[in-house]
């Protein structure tokens, strides 16, 4: 189903809403069913994602099969009715699925988030409200980055008071799943600048969505921009995110954890692909002596290495999700640091993992794995693009200020 044909000149215009599941979607029952579920989930959409992103094809049924899987309300408390699996669960996930199609596996990132974020700040009344639409099998989008703004943090897009609604004006950008999300989470500004979620309904007057993500990466993640004119939010969808950072808590964390979980499935599957490749097509070096690409020993090395260094950041990833349970149960300044210090960690390492991964595919798989029929350039536009997500340089800067001078690091959704 190729939707990429909207004529996004004429910004008025946007992409219609698509309706919500007219069924409820699947409840998780517990972390090995998660991992399960993902699994066979990764088995049915990895056959398109080349496809998909040559042409730029929306994943619109791969996306109700993933949020109806009950993979969408993995993190929602037991309290009310969710599974909350650990989020080494929850990373885990994230991975097997990017593996078979990253830009999938990143659109559920802004709405676990969200909803990780409701548990933090919410109100008894609102989290029961909006974690009965997630178990419904709701969509969270995300209108949260700017493109003009001065820094990431700095945000225009305000509102005002409106009786039982607010009213929300601005602009935003890399807005990944919104076009075909259900509920559409805009950050903006109260008179205090403080920023909370006002949740919008996707077909909400005013606010319109256009299809004009243009990056050579991450194509089908359905990122672009999202125009807020005079749109209206009820109060009892106004969430108060600005809590989640005046005292220490997991938020930031879990925001960081799942870009790790997407970077290492780009990982896994670029040394998946090079394997294949160099198993079935690959042929042995003229000076080797050798008769199957296979047996090279400078082959057998790097593949080592890569699998060796992929498996690093993996455990990481698990250490970090474990902390982030940890941080959850007894948030405080030092639960907290320690989640923030073991996912930074686990960035570094799948930052470099996911860029070593997909440049190696062609120079052990050889000429032929450029040729267009393999599409196998995906994987590193993919990494290229996704990791650029925020900046591992200021990683190692945090990792060394808290080892070595004990500074904790900064509480925001970058950190």
């Known amino acids: 189903m190729t939707l990429n044909s909207v004529n996004t000149k004429d910004a008025a215009s946007g992409v219609p809403a698509f309706p919500k599941p007219t069924e409820p979607a699947h409840i998780i029952r517990d972390d090995a069913e998660a991992i399960a579920v993902a699994r066979a989930l990764a088995k049915e959409i990895a056959p398109g994602a080349a496809e998909r992103d040559r042409d730029r094809i929306w994943p619109v049924k791969e996306l109700d099969a993933f949020s109806q899987s009950g993979l969408w309300s993995i993190n929602v408390p037991k309290a009310y009715g969710g599974p909350e699996v650990s989020y080494a669960t929850l990373a885990k996930v994230i991975e097997i699925v990017s593996a078979a199609d990253s830009s999938i596996g990143q659109i559920a990132q802004n709405h676990l988030s969200v909803v990780a974020a409701i548990r933090t700040v919410s109100d008894?009344?609102?989290?029961?409200?909006?974690?009965?639409?997630v178990l419904k099998g709701v969509r969270f989008g995300n209108a949260f980055s700017e493109f003009g703004s001065k820094r990431a943090v700095d945000f225009e897009t305000k509102f005002v008071d409106d009786g039982d609604h607010v009213i929300v004006n601005g602009q935003k950008f890399y807005s990944s799943g919104a076009l075909l999300a259900h509920l559409v989470p805009i950050?903006?500004?109260?008179?205090?600048?403080?920023?909370?979620?006002?949740?919008?309904?996707?077909?909400?007057?005013?606010?319109?969505?256009?299809?004009?993500?243009?990056?050579?990466?991450?194509?089908?993640?359905?990122?672009?921009?999202?125009?807020l004119n005079n749109v209206r939010v009820p109060k009892t969808h106004l969430v108060p995110g600005y809590k989640g950072y005046e005292v220490?808590?997991?938020?930031?964390?879990?925001?960081?954890?799942?870009?790790?979980?997407?970077?290492?499935?780009?990982?896994?599957?670029?040394?998946?692909?090079?394997?294949?490749?160099?198993?079935?097509?690959?042929?042995?070096?003229v000076d080797s002596g050798l008769d199957h690409a296979w047996q090279d020993p400078y082959t057998i090395q790097a593949v080592g290495d890569l699998t060796l260094r992929l498996h690093a950041a993996q455990a990481l990833l698990e250490k970090a999700g474990h902390a982030i349970d940890r941080a959850i149960l007894?948030?405080?300044?030092?639960?907290?640091?320690?989640?923030?210090?073991?996912?930074?960690?686990a960035k570094v390492l799948s930052t470099e993992i996911a860029i070593a991964a997909t440049n190696k595919l062609f120079e052990l798989a050889g000429t032929r794995s450029t040729l267009a029929e393999h599409h196998l350039d995906r994987h590193w536009r993919n990494a290229r693009t996704h990791t650029l997500h925020d900046p591992v340089r200021w990683k190692y800067a945090i990792l060394g200020n808290y080892f070595l001078n004990g500074e904790k690091p900064p509480l925001h959704a970058w950190s």
């Not at 008894?124 to 639409?133: D, M, R, Y």
């Not at 903006?188 to 319109?208: F, K, M, N, Q």
């Not at 040394?271 to 160099?278: G, K, Q, W, Y």
């Not at 007894?330 to 960690?345: L, R």
């Open 330 to 345: 007894d948030p405080n300044a030092e639960t907290v640091a320690e989640a923030q210090i073991v996912t930074a960690e």
């Open 187 to 227: 950050v903006a500004l109260d008179g205090e600048g403080r920023a909370w979620y006002a949740i919008a309904e996707r077909d909400a007057p005013g606010l319109t969505v256009i299809d004009d993500w243009s990056s050579f990466g991450q194509r089908t993640t359905l990122s672009g921009t999202v125009l």
């Open 124 to 133: 008894e009344a609102q989290k029961t409200l909006l974690f009965g639409e």
């Open 248 to 285: 220490p808590t997991a938020d930031g964390a879990i925001f960081q954890i799942i870009q790790v979980a997407v970077d290492t499935g780009i990982a896994q599957a670029a040394i998946d692909e090079t394997i294949a490749f160099v198993r079935t097509k690959s042929r042995a070096w």
